[in-house]
């Protein structure tokens, strides 16, 4: 079974094709029209569908109240300007270099410097 993701709203919605050409099930936050949905809402239908979270709120990737391991997994690309281009970049370089079915739970943080894995103590 494909590993499930949901792209959040404040991501380009092409990071989607990315995964989804590399054969995970992936989904926007506007396909199924959860766009202005409230955090807490939003993290529990992602939980609900057993979906990680791909995203660039590091408030929804807080390891301090979503640790490792509570959860499907959690992608954060941290990116600063943002824009469209890096930030395709940035899901590339995790699709690339982190085999998502291995990384059960985990928080993944990608920013232009590398990536960091958090995974359950």
Do not use: C
Request: charged share 30%.
């Amino acid at each position: 079974m494909a590993v499930k993701l949901k792209i959040d709203e404040n991501l380009p919605d092409e990071i989607a094709d990315l995964f989804a050409r590399r054969g995970y099930d992936a989904v926007t936050v506007a396909d199924q029209g959860w766009r202005g949905m409230a955090d807490p809402e939003l993290w529990q239908g992602i939980q609900d569908e057993g979906r990680w979270l791909v995203t660039a709120d590091k408030e929804l990737a807080d390891r301090r109240h979503r640790p490792p391991g509570s959860h499907a997994g959690i992608i954060l690309l941290r990116l600063w300007p943002e824009n469209r281009r890096e930030y395709l970049a940035l899901a590339q370089r995790a699709i690339d270099d982190v085999n998502l079915d291995d990384a059960a739970g985990a928080v993944i943080v990608v920013t232009d410097r590398g990536l960091r894995i958090r995974r359950a103590p």
